[in-house]
């Protein structure tokens, strides 16, 4: 575990699409030739530089940066202009990289046009040369632990003997040997290690939706239940890491609580030490030391993010690096001794700043901003809003406003979060710049169902998508008309996965609300969609059961809360989206729906990538998207185009 900040993730990559945004002036009225546009290459095409990343032993620095419009790995000497592209991807570009720890190779991640069976490869900084580590089709690999004290090791899980679940091998780094360490006997979701890279720790999933942690001494020993999760803490609750000693272990714990704490568990007494809490908003990321193991910090994703420093010889370069420029920062690396980090800065209207952090000179410099371009354009501001929902739950959000003075009577666009156990954050957001730059209020609301304000809000979106999930959404625009903020015919709602879940349902559960609807790997029958979940979530489907629904079950409530069996509603403009190879969101989903608009002569446009799957890693691909969303936007909503 190389000095690395952990954050609490759902086991699977649950239905997370990320995509960016721009910039805005109030006044539609103008044409574009009086209004100078944010070019939508630049604020979804590639960056320039980005993801940097500190050799272990602190002489190399590595980072993400195009090649032929390709994201690759590049590697250069600290002090020198030695920049050298070491990996060579010439179609999705890379995304996942990191070090060995023995700072001889980089390890990157990649699948084949978006299907998420990602091989692991290696690069011999040596020699150049590149070898799959897992040659395997229709196989997952996930990085389960490495660390300093074992450079020559690394654990990974794979699907390969049986694809719904990941079995733990011990991948030898020189000589590309694998070894199974730990079998999964068909209920486990996770795994956790120990220093010595030894499987100790797992999470099993019940067909209830409740959870189990299972220790054991040694690989030797029999596994023993240990702690029990009821469904309403699974989400919000679980292992984090073992301490040095082996003895306890670290925990995301919301049990007798609202709220999800960072705890140390010691495995022997049972005892329980609450290491960080907050009284409204569960931990966000932590910040474990590599040598001690002990927890040096913790942060909250508040309005902001905000630090908790628990260490005190750190108190003073936190203080420093909060300095180097205004944002929100983040330590996105540290050498194996300690003494250099990479900072990144996130502001909300402008690029991603990176500096290098001495921490016995005490003193930042700037390395790059991830697209510098951005700085030569005036962005608008991320605002945060809340407001009390029908049932008197408090929802919080953001909105991002065109450039001016009105600030009354705009053309908005409801932008919702995919996930939906995540949140929206603070910060800069390339969809919001480019809606707000085009002349919308972008807005963006935590509805139940997100995570982060506690396993109440959290559970309160049980069973309501297309419920009470979406009612807060409604509450939204109501609230934006009141406020005097939304042009009431000009409400646009738009969003991906869960998101384009949302804009479908907008279109045909509530069709006087909206204008228009943006649909981007949205499922469309909640039926068909849990039936067809990747066989890797197996695990995770009593949970979707839980706060979904069941297929076997419950089909008639599940049809009720699926868009395809009210498209007879529809009553405004579509735009759908969907990559061919989407292993979580079936193109069957957009095309079922599609479909039927086209045999009741319903206004739509459909996209279809061939070469994506959920969401659009090609930059080519975005760009395609965002002009024909830009266009049908500017169409329906009266803002600007390029």
Known sequence: MKNKILSLIVNLNIFLLIFGGAIVNADTTKNNNEYKLIPRDILFGNPVKTSPKLSPDGKKMAYLAPSEE?????????????????????????????????????????????DENWRLYSVDLKTDKIKDLTPFDNVQVRIEDH?????????????????????????????????????????????????????????????????????????HSEWKKTISWGFDDTLSSGPVSFTKDGKSLYLFDSRNSDISALVKFEIETGNIEVIAKDSYYDIGNILINSDTYEVQAVSFTKERNE???????????????????????FIYDRDNEDKNWLIGITVDNGPVSFYSYSRDKKKGELLFYNKPDLKNYEMSFMEPISFKSRDGLT????????????????????????GPWVRDTWGFDPESQWLADRGYACVQVNYRGSSGYGKKFLNAGNKEWGGKMHDDLVDTVDWLIKQGIAEPDKICIYGGSYGGYAALVGATFTPDVFSCAVSIVGPSNLITFID?????????????????????????????????????????????????????????????IVAEMKRRNIEHEYLLFPDEGHGFAKPENRLKFFEAAEKFLAKHLGGRSE
């Open 70 to 114: 390709v994201l690759n790995v590049w590697v250069k000497t600290i002090g020198e202009d030695n920049d050298k592209m070491v990996t060579n991807d010439t179609n999705r570009g890379i995304r996942r990289y990191f070090w060995s720890e023995d700072s001889e190779y980089i390890f990157y991640l990649q699948d084949i046009g978006g």
């Open 147 to 219: 660390n300093k004290f074992h450079p020559q090791k690394m654990l990974i899980g794979m699907n390969k003997e049986d694809p719904k679940v990941h079995d733990v091998y011990n991948l030898h780094i020189k000589t590309g040997r694998i070894t199974l360490v730990a079998k999964n006997p068909g209920n486990i979701s996770s795994w956790v290690a120990d220093i010595d890279l030894k499987v100790r720790g797992a999470m099993v999933s019940n067909p209830d939706g409740s959870s189990d942690l299972l220790l054991r001494k040694d690989e």
């Open 307 to 329: 630090w908790l420093v628990l260490d005190e010889n750190l108190k003073d370069d936190f203080e420093n690096v909060s300095k180097l420029s205004e944002g929100d920062y």
């Open 395 to 418: 929802i919080h959000g953001y909105i991002t406003y065109p450039k001016g003075e009105n600030r009354k009577k705009l053309p908005v666009v409801l932008n919702v979060h995919g």
């Open 532 to 592: 067809t979940i990747p066989p890797y979530w197996s695990t995770f489907r009593s949970i979707m059961y839980k706060k979904v629904g069941n297929p076997e079950t419950e089909e008639e409530f599940l049809k009720l809360r699926s868009p395809l069996f009210k498209v007879q509603n529809i009553k405004i403009p579509m735009l759908i989206a969907q990559g061919a190879n989407d292993p979580r969101v079936n193109q069957d989903e957009s095309e079922q």
